[in-house]
Nanobody, 122 residues
Framework: VQLQASGGGLVQPGDSLKLSCVVSGFTLNDLNMIWVRQAPGEEREAVSCIRSKGRITYYLDSIKGRFTISRDIANNTVSLQMNSLKPEDTAVYYC????????????????WGQGTLVTVSS
């Protein structure tokens, strides 16, 4: 099982970024996919989950209406479109895969990508 996250970078407040996570060793119909972020000096927090059957949850009030999770099953890719980025969105973003989606298990998800750094700064 491998998860390969990409798409991070340095952007200005108000800009957009699209993160992608390409998976191998399983299909997106098998496991839930979760985007998790960790800001400097902070604990990990789950951002959004798209379940194996397609249901979506956004966990953070601060990103609702700005971030959109999606998936392309044919290409084994999960994406996180991030619009109207704010400095407080600065973090390393990870994609994870697990049978669970709950934020209670944010440190226990089975499979993790390597993380991609998003820096929002003027």
């Amino acid at each position: 099982v491998q998860l390969q996250a990409s798409g991070g970078g340095l952007v200005q407040p108000g800009d957009s970024l699209k993160l992608s996570c390409v998976v191998s060793g399983f299909t997106l119909n098998d496991l839930n996919m979760i985007w998790v972020r960790q800001a400097p000096g902070e604990e990990r927090e789950a951002v959004s989950c798209i379940r194996s059957k397609g249901r979506i949850t956004y966990y953070l009030d601060s990103i609702k209406g700005r971030f959109t999770i999606s998936r392309d099953i044919a290409n084994n890719t999960v994406s996180l479109q991030m619009n109207s980025l704010k400095p407080e969105d600065t973090a390393v973003y990870y994609c994870a895969a697990d049978q669970r989606c709950s934020t209670a298990f944010v440190d226990e998800f089975d499979y993790w990508g390597q993380g991609t750094l998003v820096t929002v700064s003027s």
